[in-house]
């Protein structure tokens, strides 16, 4: 069976599934909607919550990363591995203790402030928007590749599945639709590389293969290495960012993990306060099985890459990929746009090398090369590697089916968190308080409706490559949300005053410096280098000095304002003392 069939086959039965679940799993109350009954078994949540947090940004582009930064990427597996360990330890058994259905509704009753509550859910769609940006665009390049569309027609066929199964059926229909996508997601990330894994080295398991010697001889990461640095790279295993930008980076992914609004409240849908850290223990055993794979997957991906476009050695003519001799995957992936080659020379060949590398630009204008001549999308790198690797049609269809699971898992559950946001805290929490629960869960799908509008614009038009974005939305939540939510558990100081400036301060600046140096949607008002940046600060990394202004403000604030009520401070104790705990008593 030819691939294009195979592919509707298989992400057919894909979608099929997810649909009969949402049919089966229909909401039928807020409770349903916004944290589906609390019902949750933590073993089900975990999955949910792995399939919910690895997203397009996870599944389709970190190994991208990887394989084009080498070492440099590995700040992205630290931090998001991190933050899960934050989030379980620092927040979530408290969270769901509190009992309430969003973010924001915590941080309104904890600060006893409309206006705080208001602020969080100002934040929430900042970040929101900003991740779910990065979701739809890895949608649409999926969609693109495998139906041999354009990206927007693929973008639009996103949207419509994500606007039946999310509208539908809320984060009930989310939730289990959510353990469906990450059989599918795991499946298809791991299968390739073992497969590819085997075909290197020999090898079958991805995490050993890649510190292995390769059937055709030498250490794999040794050849890479080479490979590389002959085409004018850094070497794959050398770090290519600063010791603080590397120490930011990562605190803000963790930050931003553990202040992530849609991560928060999946821990809202389990029965107890145990089941919730028991639920993110389980989250880290389904999350660890993609992210130990990835190193090898981006390292894998960047060695066959490169060995198909340069096929001997460096200078020899002939050693260079003719493009009219040019393989199947390649010319499929041009139809995308995502892959481009330019013969700068005129010689029919391809030449892929660093050409912002002074010293080997001298020696490739001797060869008569002018300029690299191929563009690879980061993002591409996962769902090409299979085919790259020659494996079968029916593990490229799987690696399909993965990639649209693993993006429209993130998806749903982001437009879910802005619906909830916009229908709970912003009308029934301000504006409209006295709308019956059937109107409220109206207005949940109607917003819901709007918001995959909006997010499915910025997948067509998105400020940077798919997990750039991401990493953005991290530094957002790192700086906004994650300080006023720890401050709201363990401090009885913090007012709302306080803690209303401190998330605005975080969030402006951190937007602020974004913006300047990344123009999204504006020109950058300076070049993006490290030259130009604050303490050698990349944008991002920035959410970190966010969130210490955050901190700071808040506490500054807090110091000159009248201290929280009472029955508040009283709440505060309440929160962190175990269920059942008993007054501390004399023997």
Known sequence: MDLKTLTYLIVGASFALYFGIALY?????????????????????????????????????????????????????????????????????????????????????????????????????????????????????????????????????????????????GMKGITYTQVAQYVVLISAYTVPAVFIAFNLTGNPVPQVAMGSELTSGGYMLDRLNTLVTDLGFAAYTDGNKTTIDIFCITLVLMAGTAGLPHVIVRFFTVPKVRDARSSTGWALVFIALLYTVAPAVGAMARYNLTTTIQNGDVGVATANLEYEQRPEWFKRWEKTGLLAFQDKNGDGRIQY??????????????????????????????????????????????????????????????????????????????????????QELTAGRLAAAVAILIAGYLGWNPPAFVAQVVAFAFGLAAASLFPAILMGIFSRTITREGAIAGMLTGLIFTMGYILYFKGIFIAPLAADVPANWMLGISPEGIGSVGMLLNFLVAFAVSKMTAAPPRDVQELIETIRLPAGAGSAHSH
């Open 25 to 169: 799993t229909t909401a039928r109350s807020t409770g349903d909607f916004y944290v589906a009954g609390k019902g949750v078994h933590p073993v089900v949540n975990g999955m949910a919550t792995a399939a919910d947090w690895m997203s397009a940004a996870s599944f389709i582009s970190m190994a991208g990363l990887i394989a084009f930064l080498g070492y440099g990427g590995s700040v992205y597996l630290m931090g998001w591995t991190g933050g899960y360990v934050l989030l379980a330890m620092l927040l979530a058994p408290y969270l769901r203790k509190y009992g309430k259905f969003t973010v924001p509704e915590f941080i309104g009753d904890r600060y006893y402030s409309k206006a705080a509550r208001l602020v969080a859910v100002v934040c929430l769609i900042f970040i929101s928007f900003t991740y779910v940006a990065g979701q739809m665009r890895g949608v649409g390049i999926v969609f693109s590749r495998f139906m041999e569309v354009s990206v927007e027609t693929g973008l639009i066929v996103g949207m419509g599945i994500v606007f039946v199964y999310a509208v539908l059926g």
């Open 353 to 438: 090398y660093n050409d912002k590398n002074p010293q080997f630009v001298e020696k490739a204008s001797a060869w008569g090369w002018k300029g690299n001549e191929l563009t690879v999308n980061n993002d591409i790198m996962v769902l090409a590697n299979p085919e790259i690797a020659n494996l079968p049609n029916w593990v490229i269809a799987l690696v399909a089916a993965g990639g649209i699971a693993a993006a429209l898992s993130t998806a749903a559950g982001l437009l879910l968190v802005i619906s909830s946001s916009i229908s709970h805290d912003l009308m029934k929490g301000a504006l409209t308080p006295n709308i019956t629960e059937k």
